[in-house]
């Protein structure tokens, strides 16, 4: 169901994707005995607030050329939903991005609003795991 990803201004970070996963939640209504419900949140946390989901290929642009060579948080909350049960977890993960060319950035097939975080799947990038640690590295 889609549900507008509104929320309170005074929310921060993990506070923002709990709250719009279960909202999307909420949208379900009443479930029955054998059902369950997972429904998620996905942001992109950078300079102290969420980036707003780009609506066009200029501001995609404009949003990785602000990621390259810094750090971000990317922040999920999955809320999971029975008829007598709710729980919302939450993760952080401390992303890295290498430098890139205005070339390597314009040859990126940009995903817009609809799918904005492919964008980390859509670069080809190696990426290093450790103690939830993400750093990506460009392949050459």
């Given at each position: 169901r889609e549900v507008p990803e509104l929320?309170?201004?005074?929310?921060?970070?993990?506070e923002i994707t709990s709250y719009l996963s279960e909202?999307?939640?909420?949208a379900f209504?009443?479930?029955e005995n054998h059902q369950v419900l997972v429904t998620a949140d996905t942001i992109v946390?950078?300079?102290n607030k969420a980036l707003?989901?780009?609506l066009n290929e200029k501001?995609?642009?404009y949003m990785l050329n602000s990621l390259q060579g810094r750090t971000h948080e990317v922040i999920t909350s999955f809320c999971?939903?029975?008829s007598n049960y709710r729980s919302t977890v939450s993760d952080i993960t401390t992303?890295?991005?290498d430098d890139l060319t205005s070339e390597e950035i314009s040859s990126i097939e940009v995903a817009t609003a609809n799918n904005f975080l492919a964008l980390h799947n859509i670069l080809k990038l190696n990426h290093l795991i450790s103690s939830n640690q993400l750093i990506y590295r460009k392949i050459l």
């Open positions: 929320y309170p201004e005074s929310l921060q970070k993990q909202l999307k939640s909420n209504g009443k479930l946390w950078q300079n707003e989901k780009p501001e995609a642009y999971i939903r029975t992303v890295h991005f």
